[in-house]
């Protein structure tokens, strides 16, 4: 394979080139690309590809993004999920205000003694939007930055000292004004808004509140301070005006500090229009600029009285305006015109415009054109890469080729710009101007119109994407993770003092998703990027490799991949059908696994899976359907549930995990809004019953068993950090006020340390701190795979020793002993457990006894390293369920084993053994 020749910015419209970042081993069909060294931060260069220019239809992929988040909330007709995602937050923020009123601070800690910490990364800021600079306080101002799905920061000047301001809110913040409290002793007044939800705090985002009056909002466009001395707020926007009976443009005020709004003018339309107000000098906090429905109209009474000045252009559908002071003003027009955007300007305050044509690249978002105060020939344009002019839009210059990042992240502009905030410098008023650009890879300055950049956000922005993390049982502080954007990334964490801990290595550029491994190293790591697999292969010294979908598969965007629990160096593709990938050499070779068409009916393909750690045959399955399937032979066959299951992620699917010990138990989550989102299987995948009290209505990505011993289940949902308290047999909020509100993606249990890693949508990755368990299950085994090699049996006789069906307490299989007094051959069945670690040990099992004579036993004992010791010596007819503490040296004891042994002759005399535990405790 090769690279794509696109960007390493990934929506889902477009698939990324993958960009190697670090000089790693390669073989195969791996990034052989030439290597070079980075001096910026001490990192090492990229091998990348060659970056191309790159020219797309960005409305069209827009209005594709709309119907894929529609997708993705799969609902029944008739139900909005926005509006039921909208209620949740709500309640969420509700909750978290009340609970900090009746705290004398921040920081509360979790009921139970639980806590969070933030692993990162600290240094791969992700998707930020907006930028805004706080009033001055001794010479020093606050630099607040928004982000996509992170909520807002803050920082001085330099980005030496992020801190987030709005965990309490969930998303991600589009706008954001500042204002300057009455004593500046106090904290900074801060509106923002995403979308048209507008909250504010005055209490350094402790809490936040809704401004009252803005409720008819269908999209607010712009935020402004008006300089009129008193920093009346405005909102510019679209709103279901009632007077009107219908959507109108409309601009509403605030004369209290942005607590409640009024409108102030309505215009008989309704377009996607905007508003520019001079900001210093001739006209500030007099005059009111609008562009609607293509032509400019003026205020000079502060925005309550409009008269049309001049046409821009009249079929256009929507535009954006921006200003310089330096002029009549002069005002630039961002306008789509015939699906295509184009660039007017006027010299003379709007009376006339010229085209400038179509700029180099343009988003169409509000914020994708920016202007300046103290200069009115000087443009900044941003899509892909970022664009500068000095002529009023006549020629362009591209700042850098976004392939160039990922040797200078410091001084070279990441991929994607989401949002230009050019301000005019407050201590320069009409001499400089500022310009933040906020991109997939954070925030940049520039204080000379883009001609050179800074990146402020190179440490503590905690607004990674992370779709999936991975952590290895042979260290659990080693961590890979894969992000939206941000690449496949590596990290070692670090103590936790307040912030994100940990620096990642981003390894190659991209998204990447499922990361899992086949017995929970590093030494083989898979996952998927939209094209390929990609195989990480050696734990501390890794290389990459990578391996094409199979050839002509249908699958989702990002496809579930699954290591091969009796291989680690193999591993199963999902998509129509399953595939399994066997390396051979320094290769991997597919093969169909399964013939079973998964694209049969309804459904177009596999939306996830998973082995039973407990039983290696034994599998399950959903299909984007909603289907449910089980496996007895590792995937080969498949039989499908009774009922349906959840539906899934729209590009990425559902979360289905088995239980650790019991090879019968396994949970699937998915769209939960119009059913539920979790059900449980306890009987092997046959039937599935919902799993959802407690639990919002939401969409759950993913679900993790913990390994403490409790059956208590973890979730990554919409709606935030769930756990599954199975002695309560409801799902509990697990965030508190430590966790952010935001989006839970991934989510996986790392027992070693005592703790439950959440991947975060937009605020890194998490972790939930639930102690070092006090008793775990060591070994299990109920015989469900029908044969003693799975459970790691020794047999005294294969014809003495079986799983039969007859001789099960519970589920379909049980152990048989027969025979074992005959000629001096024993019958009987040995499994080595290490209780290393363990100070208790306890033996659970289930047993009966058929047709024995008084001197007929089913002995039952424990080896000690030297001897085996009695537990008990039975001959009962009637199931008995036994559980037995054995003595001292037992425990922490790596020669330990367990033996069951048959003394009877006859021919229908036997014993029968099920549901075998051996469980440690402190």
């Known amino acids: 394979m090769g690279f794509r020749s696109v960007h390493p910015g990934a929506e889902p419209a477009r698939w990324p080139g993958p960009v190697l970042l670090s000089p790693l081993p390669v073989t195969m069909r791996t990034l052989l690309l030439p290597a070079a060294l980075l001096g910026v931060l001490a990192c090492q260069a990229p091998l990348q590809p060659q970056p191309i220019d790159h020219d797309e239809d960005e409305a069209g992929r827009h209005e594709l993004r709309e119907r894929w988040l529609e997708s993705m909330h799969r609902t029944a007709p008739g139900v909005d999920w926005r509006a039921i995602e909208a209620s949740n937050q709500a309640a969420q923020l509700a909750k978290r205000n009340a609970m900090r009123a009746q705290l004398s601070g921040p920081g509360a800690g979790m009921a139970g003694g639980h806590a969070w910490e933030e692993v990162g990364s600290r240094n791969q800021a992700g998707h930020t939007r907006c930028a805004a600079l706080g009033p001055d306080r001794n010479g020093s101002r606050w630099l607040y930055v928004g982000s996509a799905n992170g909520g807002l920061w803050r920082s001085p000047e330099d980005g030496s000292a992020w801190e987030p301001l709005s965990d309490e809110l969930f998303g991600g913040v589009d706008e954001v004004v500042v204002l300057e409290p009455a004593n500046l002793a106090d904290d900074d007044i801060v509106i923002q808004r995403r979308g048209a939800t507008v909250h504010r705090s005055d209490d350094g985002g402790l809490t936040w509140n809704t401004p009252l009056g803005l409720e008819d909002f269908v999209e607010v466009r712009h935020l402004i301070v008006f300089p009129d001395g008193n920093q009346t707020v405005f909102v510019f926007g679209r709103a279901d005006v009632g007077s009107f009976g219908a959507t109108r443009t409309t601009l509403f005020t605030s004369s209290d500090m942005g607590q409640t709004f009024s409108p102030r003018w309505i215009s008989p ?20 600029y609008v562009l609607q429905a293509g032509k400019l109209r003026r205020s000079t009474d502060g925005g309550f009285n409009f008269n049309l000045v001049g046409t821009v252009n009249g079929g256009a559908t929507e535009g954006s305006l921006q200003g310089s002071e330096a002029g009549a003003p002069h005002l630039y027009a961002a306008l789509k015109v015939g699906g295509n955007w184009e660039i007017y300007r006027s010299a003379d305050a709007g009376a006339s415009w010229v085209s400038r044509g179509a700029p180099p690249q343009y988003w169409g978002a509000i914020s994708s054109l920016a202007s300046y105060s103290s200069d009115a020939d000087a443009l900044f344009t941003g899509g892909v890469e970022g664009w500068r002019s000095f002529d009023g839009g006549q020629s362009w210059t591209r700042v850098n080729t976004w392939g160039s990042y990922y040797s200078a992240p410091a001084t070279r502009l990441h991929a994607d710009l989401r949002g230009l905030s050019p301000i005019p410098d407050p201590d320069q008023l009409g001499v400089a101007d500022l310009l933040f650009v906020n991109t997939d890879g954070g925030t940049y300055r520039s204080l000379d119109k883009g001609l050179n950049v800074w990146n402020v956000t190179l440490f503590g922005l905690g607004v990674g994407q992370f779709y999936s993390t991975h952590t290895s049982s042979k260290n659990a502080d080693r961590i890979v993770g894969g992000t939206q954007d941000q690449g496949y990334q590596r990290g070692i964490r670090q103590p936790w003092t307040g912030g994100p801990s940990t620096n990642f290595d981003q390894l190659i550029s991209g998204d990447y998703g499922h990361l899992n491994s086949g017995d929970g190293d590093h030494d083989f790591v898979f996952s998927t990027y939209p094209g390929f697999v990609l195989i990480q292969v050696g734990e501390n010294n890794p290389s990459l490799d990578t391996e094409d979908f199979p050839a002509g598969a249908s699958n989702l965007w990002l496809p579930p991949v699954l290591a091969d629990p009796l291989d680690q160096e193999d591993f199963f593709f999902l998509g129509d059908q399953l595939w399994h990938y066997n390396r051979v050499g320094n290769d991997w070779v597919e093969s169909l696994h399964s013939n079973r068409d998964f694209a049969a009916g309804s459904a177009n393909y596999l939306s996830a899976m998973a082995f039973s750690p407990a039983d290696a045959q034994r599998a399950y399955a959903s299909d984007d359907a909603g289907r449910l399937w089980w496996s007895t032979d590792r995937g080969v066959t498949w039989t499908q549930a009774a009922g349906g299951g959840p539906d899934n992620h729209y590009f990425y699917g559902n979360g289905l995990a088995a239980h650790p010990t019991d090879p019968l138990r396994a949970v699937v989550c998915g ?50 950090a769930w756990r599954y308290d199975a002695a309560a047999g409801q799902w509990v909020d697990s965030m508190g006020l430590e966790a952010p509100a935001t989006t839970y993606w991934s989510v996986e249990a790392v027992p070693d340390d005592g703790l439950i890693r959440f991947g975060t949508y937009g605020r890194g990755i998490w972790d939930y701190l639930i102690g070092p368990p006090s008793s775990a299950v060591l070994f299990s085994d109920g015989f469900e795979s029908g044969n003693f090699t799975a459970g790691g049996w020794i047999t005294s006789s294969n014809a003495r020793c079986r799983v039969h069906a007859n001789s099960s307490r519970t ?7 027969k025979k074992g007094g005959q000629a001096g051959k024993p019958s009987s069945i040995t499994r080595a457990v290490d209780t290393t670690g363990w100070p208790n040990v306890t033996l659970e099992f289930s047993r009966e006894s058929v047709n024995y004579e008084a001197h007929e036993f089913l002995t039952v004992e424990w080896f000690d390293g030297s001897s085996w010791q009695l537990v008990e010596a039975s001959q009962d007819t009637d199931w008995g369920d036994m559980s037995f503490l054995l003595p001292a040296g037992a425990g922490n004891n790596g020669a330990f084993q367990i033996r069951f042994h048959a003394n009877s002759k006859g021919k229908n005399e036997r014993s029968n053994i099920d549901d075998v535990v051996v469980r440690g405790s402190l």
């Not at 339309?269 to 009111?288: E, L, N, Q």
């Not at 059900?679 to 993790?704: F, R």
Request: aromatic letters at 12%.
């Open 671 to 720: 769209a939960g809004y119009s059913s539920a989102g979790v059900l449980l299987t306890v009987d092997g995948g046959q039937t599935w019953s919902p799993m959802d009290t407690g639990l919002p209505a939401t969409l759950a990505y993913d679900i993790c068993w913990a390994e403490d011993g409790t059956g208590d289940c973890y979730a990554a949902t919409e709606a935030g």
């Open 811 to 817: 589920g379909s299989w049980g152990a048989r002993l």
């Open 269 to 288: 339309t309704d377009w996607k229009g905007d508003v520019w107000v001079p900001r210093f000098g001739p006209g500030a906090g007099t005059d009111v």
